[in-house]
């Protein structure tokens, strides 16, 4: 398989269905940051970051790949034959199982926490706004033009984001610093 093919060099870009549009269309504009989002988490990993969380960001950066494939998926067919494509309910509990865990580890939050801290901490808090970037586009596409379990996911995503990057200033000795 070649890297290049050609085929975007005036600026369009092919969809699952077959569908040429825009490199700027709102639907490549959100997968795109989801991809930005998946290199980020590449970054945490690549930084270091404890074997519990690496696992997770590993899972996610799959998930992340499925997240993609959805959006560039508008007719909704390769769900049909790529069930690893797909994001379900389950995919959704297990972020929220890992963000319940997590937290439990830590002291509530009493204020707004300054992100930053350890190097893998910021750059889990980076991920998180990188996250929040990607919720924002995926939105903009509106409700009829993403299955709701697309919206949930990235959305607990960033809520474990921040979590993680609690975590990792915590195991790393860095407090927090309290706005």
């Known amino acids: 398989m070649k890297i290049y093919t050609g085929t975007g060099d005036r600026g369009e ?9 825009s490199k700027a269309s709102p639907r490549v504009q959100a997968y795109g940051e989801v991809d930005e989002l998946n290199a980020v988490l590449g970054v945490v990993v690549a ?19 499925a997240l993609g494939a959805t959006l560039a998926d508008p007719a909704q067919r390769i769900a049909d034959r790529v069930t690893k494509a797909t994001l379900t309910n389950t995919d959704i509990g297990r972020l929220e199982e ?11 939050l009493r204020r707004f926490i300054l992100p930053g801290g350890s190097m893998p901490g910021a750059l889990l808090h980076l991920a998180r706004a990188s996250c929040r970037r990607a ?6 596409l509106g409700p009829d033009a993403i299955d709701r379990d697309v919206l949930v996911y990235i959305n607990r ?13 915590s195991r790393a000795g860095v407090g927090e610093q309290e706005w």
């Open 157 to 169: 995503l960033s809520d474990l984001l921040f979590i993680m990057a609690r975590v990792a200033n």
């Open 98 to 108: 890992w963000i319940d865990r997590l937290d439990a580890s830590l002291p509530p």
């Open 135 to 140: 919720e924002r586009r995926i939105v903009e």
């Open 47 to 65: 930084e270091g970051v404890d074997r519990e969380l690496a696992d997770m960001l590993t899972a996610i950066q799959r998930d992340l790949f």
């Open 13 to 21: 870009t092919g969809l699952f269905d077959g569908t040429r549009v």
